[in-house]
């Protein structure tokens, strides 16, 4: 019958003998400029003034925030202790991202000491993304827009507009942009255009956001023209007539005064050679004949 007594009597003595903490939110958001508390409550402990730090760890480094009854280092002046152990910063920025560890001795518990940590994130707003858009890309090919901002926290998504209308993540999982081949990703900023169509000629701007705000870009315009397929081969098949006929021309300039000169001139030593090689030129060797041929058509 005593027995139970006993034991809650020891359980219940050895509660009261350790120092124990507490919190009331482990992971504190807030948005930078503003003011938060790292809650860090004494739970239980029998020695009347235990001794309380805080300490920041960042990159297995730690460094006192609060030490010796005194706000320490880059939180001096605009941080403070409020009920007794816990901390408040009043004008967070966004250096003060990470972990801290409240600690608190008690010399007169037996249990002596315990620690609790507290991740706090600061939110940091987006700035004005920087934007790309190419000026004017040709009907088929491919494009890419790109935006990115590296302030805000967490990292911004990037939604992109065009003519003020929101784009899908997917052209296809839309029916308004059935005419269009792109897909963005929110992560990257980067908006891909696997062939531009001339629907795609327009405004655009993109948005950076995240929890904390969003700011965009300012509005650039794409423009898309057409690569006139039929015409532009039909001027390189005139270009190559043309070329042709010249080639054509000059040749038969060429043999003419070729044999106009030979006549002309003192004769015997070319007249005699020349002749004959032409003939047989032409004649018999078919395979260069043939490749002079085929130079006219290139
Ligand atoms: C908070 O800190 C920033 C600089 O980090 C400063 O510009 C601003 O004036 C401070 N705000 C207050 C209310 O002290
Ligand atoms: C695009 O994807 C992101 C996340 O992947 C989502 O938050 C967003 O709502 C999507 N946007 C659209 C227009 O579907
Ligand atoms: C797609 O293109 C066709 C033909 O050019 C046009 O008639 C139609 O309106 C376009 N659709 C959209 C959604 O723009």
Redesign the pocket.
């Known amino acids: 019958m005593a027995a139970p007594g006993v034991l809650l009597l020891l359980i219940h003595g050895c509660a009261v003998l350790a120092v124990e903490l507490s919190t009331s939110n482990q992971n504190p958001v807030v948005e930078e400029y503003q003011s938060v508390e790292l809650s860090c409550i004494i739970k239980s402990t029998t020695t009347n003034d235990p001794r309380i730090e805080w300490k920041k760890i960042r990159n297995d480094e730690t460094s006192y925030v609060y030490f010796d009854n005194t706000i320490q280092g880059d939180l001096k002046g605009r941080a403070k202790i409020q009920s007794k152990s816990s901390l408040v910063i009043l004008n967070t920025s966004r250096s003060d991202n990470g972990k801290y560890r409240c600690e608190v001795a008690a010399v007169d518990d037996s249990k002596k000491i315990d620690e609790i940590n507290i991740f706090l994130t600061v939110k940091v707003k987006p700035v004005a993304p920087k934007c790309t858009v190419p000026k004017s890309v040709p009907v088929g090919k491919s494009a890419a827009l790109h935006c990115q901002e590296n302030e805000g926290y967490p990292s911004s ?1 990037y ?1 992109w507009y065009r003519n003020s209308d ?1 784009l ?2 997917d052209s296809k999982t839309n029916p308004k942009f059935l005419n269009s081949s792109f897909t963005l990703d ?1 992560k990257t900023g980067t908006l891909t255009f696997s062939a531009v169509s001339k629907g795609d000629m327009g405004r655009y701007y993109c948005i950076a956001s995240n929890d904390a705000g969003s700011a965009k870009c300012d509005e650039q315009v794409l423009e898309v023209y057409d690569l006139n397929i039929g015409g532009i081969v039909g001027g390189i098949l005139v270009v190559v007539l043309v070329l042709s006929l010249i080639t054509a021309g000059i040749c038969c300039a060429y043999r003419k005064g070729y044999f106009a000169s030979n006549s002309r001139s003192t004769g015997q030593s070319f007249k005699n050679p020349g002749k004959p090689e032409g003939v047989n030129y032409l004649r018999t060797n078919d395979e260069g004949d043939f490749r002079h041929k085929s130079s006219f058509v290139i």
Do not use: A, D, K
Request: hydrophobic share 15%; net charge neutral; glycine share 0%.
């Open positions: 998504l939604s929101p899908p993540n929110p």
